[in-house]
DNA sequence: ACCTGAACACCGTTCAAGT
DNA sequence: ACCTGAACACCGTTCAAGT
C-alpha cells in the first residue's frame, strides 16, 4: 500500500502528505492526527514532514482551509436557490455538521493561531482567507432574501449582530449533537434543526418589523 | 510558598492538589494544566498526585463539576427573580462565558468520558450530577415563567426542543466571543447577548402562539 | 535539493522503594 | 498507609548526516 512517490516529486508528496493526515483526522479528531503516523502513512520519515509543513497546526490548518471551501461549494446550490432563510439554515447547518465532527471537535484553530505565536498569523492566513469567503456567499444570499420578502429595512445593530448570533447557533447546535451527552440519530438532528431554523427567523422577523423603542 | 500540609493529612493534601490544579487551569485552561506542575504546586511527588486522582482527566472533570455548582448558585437569584426570560437568558449566558473560558475551550468533557474508556463512566457521575442539577434549576424557572406570562400551552415538541435550542445557543455564544477570530469587549458582549436574548424568546413566542400547521 | 532517523524535550503515568 | 522519584511510553520537533 506504500505510495510510489519518488525522490524528489515535492508536489506528489505534499499531497501524501495531506491524504495521510486527512484520513487520521477523519477518525478521531485532532486526537488522532500523530505525526509519526502521518510520515508512516506518507511513506517518508518524521522529519520530511517538518519540510512540507512547519508544524502540525500548520498542517491541521492547511486541511481545515481545504474543507471550509469544500464547504462553501457543498452549501452552494443551496445558496442559490433556497427560497426561504429556513431552508437556507438547515442546509448549512446540516453540511457544517459534518465539518465539525473532524475540525471543530476540540481545538478552536482561530483562537490557537491568533493568539499566541507571531508567526502563527501566515498559518492562519489561508484558514481566514476561506472562512471569509464563505461567510460572504451566505451574507450574500441573506440579503438577497430579505430583499425578496420585502420586510421592514433591517435596523443597524440587527445587521450587524444577525450573522454572528446566527453563526453561534449553527455551532452551538453542532456542537451540542457531537458531544457525547446526547448521542442524537439524524432523526433528532432533523427535528432540533428545524426547530432551530423556525425559531430564529421568527424571532429574526419579529424584531425586524418591531419599531425601535426602549 | 511551599504548603504545610504534612504527612497523613490526606483531606488537605486533596485539597492542596485541587487548588493548585484550578489557579493553573484558570490561567490558559486545558493545554496549561501540567501534572508535574500540579504536584509542584501542591507540593508533592508527582506519583502522590495519583493516588489522589487516578487520571488528568478525572482532576479536571472533579473541578468541573465543583464550578458548575458554584455556576449554579450564581444564577440562582436571578432564577428567583427573573420577570421576562430574556432578562434570565443573559444572566444565564453571562455567567456561563466565565465557565466556558476556562472548562470549555478545548475539551468536551461528556464526550471524552461517555465515549472511550469503560472505567470513565464512573469519573464521570459528580460532572453529569451536578450538570443535571442546573439544568433542573433553569429548566423549572422557564415553566414558571411561561406560567406567570399565561402563553398558549407550549406543543409538545417545542417543550422538548427548547432546552437543547436554547443550551446551544448559550454555548455557542460563549465559543463564539471566546475564539480568536473577534476580541470583543465586554460591551460587544452585551450586546450580542441582548440581541440574542431579544431574538431567541419572540421567536419562541412566535411558535408557540402560532397554532400548529403544515 | 530532498530526505533520513537518531536524538532532544516534554508530559501522562506507573511502580519499586522508602518512611 | 502515605509518599517519593526514577523510569517507561509516547509524541512534537530538530538537525547532523546521507544521497
Known amino acids: 500500500m506504500a505510495t510510489s512517490t519518488t525522490w524528489g516529486q515535492t508536489e506528489q508528496r505534499?499531497?501524501?502528505?495531506?491524504?495521510?493526515?486527512?484520513?487520521?483526522?477523519?477518525?478521531?479528531?485532532?486526537a488522532a492526527l500523530n505525526m509519526r503516523e502521518v510520515a508512516r502513512g506518507a511513506g517518508v520519515s518524521p522529519g520530511t514532514v517538518y519540510t512540507y509543513f512547519r508544524s502540525k497546526e500548520e498542517l491541521f490548518?492547511?486541511?481545515?482551509?481545504?474543507?471550509?471551501?469544500?464547504?462553501?461549494?457543498?452549501?452552494e446550490p443551496a445558496c442559490a436557490s433556497a427560497r426561504t432563510p429556513e431552508q437556507l439554515f438547515v442546509?448549512?447547518?446540516?453540511?457544517?455538521?459534518?465539518?465539525?465532527?473532524?475540525?471543530?471537535?476540540e481545538l478552536n484553530i482561530w483562537a490557537v493561531l491568533l493568539a499566541e505565536?507571531?508567526?502563527?498569523?501566515?498559518i492562519a492566513k489561508p484558514l481566514i482567507a476561506a472562512?471569509?469567503?464563505?461567510?460572504?456567499?451566505?451574507?450574500?444570499?441573506?440579503a438577497r432574501i430579505a430583499n425578496a420578502r420585502g420586510g421592514t429595512v433591517?435596523?443597524?445593530?440587527?445587521?450587524?449582530?444577525?450573522?454572528?448570533?446566527?453563526?453561534?447557533?449553527?455551532?452551538?447546535?453542532?456542537?451540542?449533537v457531537t458531544s457525547g451527552r446526547r448521542r442524537l440519530h439524524s432523526s433528532g438532528w432533523r427535528e432540533l434543526v428545524e426547530f432551530t431554523a423556525t425559531t430564529v427567523v421568527a424571532g429574526l422577523d419579529a424584531g425586524n418589523s418591531r419599531t425601535p423603542q426602549e
Open 14 to 30: 505534499r499531497a501524501d502528505i495531506l491524504d495521510a493526515a486527512r484520513s487520521q483526522l477523519s477518525e478521531g479528531g485532532l
Open 61 to 75: 490548518a492547511t486541511l481545515y482551509a481545504q474543507r471550509i471551501d469544500e464547504f462553501r461549494a457543498e452549501i
Open 91 to 105: 442546509t448549512i447547518a446540516t453540511a457544517y455538521l459534518d465539518v465539525y465532527r473532524v475540525f471543530g471537535r
Open 117 to 122: 505565536n507571531p508567526t502563527a498569523e501566515d
Open 131 to 142: 472562512a471569509e469567503r464563505t461567510i460572504a456567499a451566505v451574507a450574500g444570499t441573506m
Open 154 to 176: 433591517t435596523s443597524e445593530a440587527a445587521a450587524r449582530l444577525a450573522l454572528p448570533f446566527l453563526w453561534a447557533t449553527i455551532t452551538g447546535l453542532a456542537d451540542h
